[in-house]
């Protein structure tokens, strides 16, 4: 017998995310992946000056927030090929790289740990216990066993109130949690913590960009002027604010989020170093450009493809070939004016909504017709996975360090092969481990920034092109970025000086896509087949694999049914 199972919604951030399952002698035998929302922005930016473009994209994401500026900027400047300061890039880096481990930090805790971690189970912990544990594993000095204790009789009153606030609708008891009452407590503990933590280390995106979210850039540079002794500007005290703020986020990452992430991980992976893999071929833009941006051989995070889990080979990625990257719309709701099978590049790409699907109450998608508000994008021909574990994979296979080195070291520590990589519990590691070396990353971009204003460059910006009076009447350019989710890709098409087409390709694109018209699942519908489910009432296997990708969609506009309402439900039918 199949059983039908619906989540929607599944993401913890935002509800824009339904997966329909078929479960089958107590596994995962098929799976859909629906967006339930339908983005705008690129109707929204058109006819507009293309500086002010990256202001409106900005706004696509609260949760990813600035990536999506810092991408358009890049698009704009590669359509009329400017060269920015070397310290914009550097201020750039480091607001990117805070980005990443605000971004990595709150998934884990926030959207990611409740599926491994049993908040009630806590109640049971022995603070001396904890205390001890806590100590063994890190020398974080929040781990007395007076902390513990005032920690589990706050969660008993919490519990005990039967409001549980940011802890309702968990599976609570279900027989997948496998950690100690005293590990659970310890998770519970930086949870908290995480949720405090995040606010200080956002301030350095305030310094730079003046706000948070959605910190200003500007096309050529950034928006911020820089002088050590300057009571106006950006000066040395705002600086050394900085510093500190890099420096705690370090100390966070190393001494709370990776011992918790160990700590999770050797529970776990017996199972779950086995699950999830999903599509075997993984894409990243490459990314944190030390010198200009667009030679790739400089950039921390090398560009590339990796095939069918091939270490051996990385294939190159050239961004404008309309025969690499295309997006279908075989199974989502758009249509094309050359029909619904032609597969168009970005620079031809269009936005023409046409909803077909089941009106609220909502019965089951027509999952052999349009079921979603995502398209589909390949590179050529082939589905991708896009995030931290793409990005790593793409790393260790290049050779380049330090990630091979913290790869070969993690596991090795684990005892897990290389391809435990390819798994549901591989992509919560990667992100962990990719944000031990951004924290590290964005100290070296604070002291490269320091060392060039102590040598008189002060410079941020570089407005040439604009002041010339024959500027390229007709202009294309693409903005690539890695966001903390995955690639994300910008295309601009200008015609005299206003905005002709836009279009993006967003990391939840190429993951969470419907499959295509020959039938090939996307990464989120693949990583679910062949996953055991417990009980169908309680899909905590289903949470564990999806969430792992960090899914976001709101790179869209949330839809709801003509009373207002928005839907959350979990289905079961035989």
Known sequence: MVQRIVIDPLTRIEGHLRIEADIQNGKVIDAHSSGTMVRGIEKIVKDRDPRDVWAFVGRVCGVCTSIHSLCSVRAVENAYQIVIPPNAQLVRNIMEAVLYMHDHVVHF????????????????????????????????????????????????????????????NGYWGHPGYKLTPEQNLIAVAHYLEALEWQKEVVKVQT???????????LVGGMACSIDLQEANAINTERLNLVKQKLQNAKAFIEQVYIPDLLMIAEVYKEEWSLIGGGVSNYLTYGDFPLFE???????????????????????????TSPEEI????????????????????PYNGETILNYTGPRPPYSHLDLNDKYSWIKTPRWKERP????????????????????????????????LPITALFSTLGRTVARGLESKLVANWALEFYEQLIQNLKNGDSRMVNHYLWEKENKPKSVRGFGLTEAPRGALAHFIVIEDNRVKNYQMIVPTTWNASPRDEKGILSAFESALIGTPIYDPKQPLEILRTIHSFDPCLACAVHLYDTERRSIHQITVEN
């Open 109 to 168: 805790y926030q959207l990611h740990a409740l599926d491994w971690v049993d908040v009630v189970s806590a109640l049971k912990a022995d603070p001396v216990a904890t205390s001890a544990l806590a100590q063994k594993q890190s020398p974080w000095p929040k781990s007395s066993v007076g902390y513990f204790k005032a920690l589990k009789e706050r969660l008993i009153r919490f519990v005990g109130s039967e409001q549980l606030g940011i802890f309702a």
């Open 207 to 217: 310094v730079f960009g003046g706000k948070n979210p959605h910190p200003n850039y």
């Open 293 to 319: 941006y667009g030679d790739t051989n400089n950039y921390k995070m090398p560009r590339g493809v990796v095939l069918n889990r091939d270490l051996s080979t990385i294939y190159p990625i050239n961004a």
């Open 326 to 345: 295309k997006e279908y719309i075989y199974h989502s709701w758009y249509t094309y004016k050359q029909g619904n099978k032609v597969g168009l590049h």
């Open 384 to 415: 991708m996975e896009v995030g931290p574990l793409a990005r790593l994979i793409v790393a260790y296979a290049a050779g380049v360090e330090p990630q091979k080195t913290l790869i070969t070291d993690t596991l090795k520590q684990l005892e």
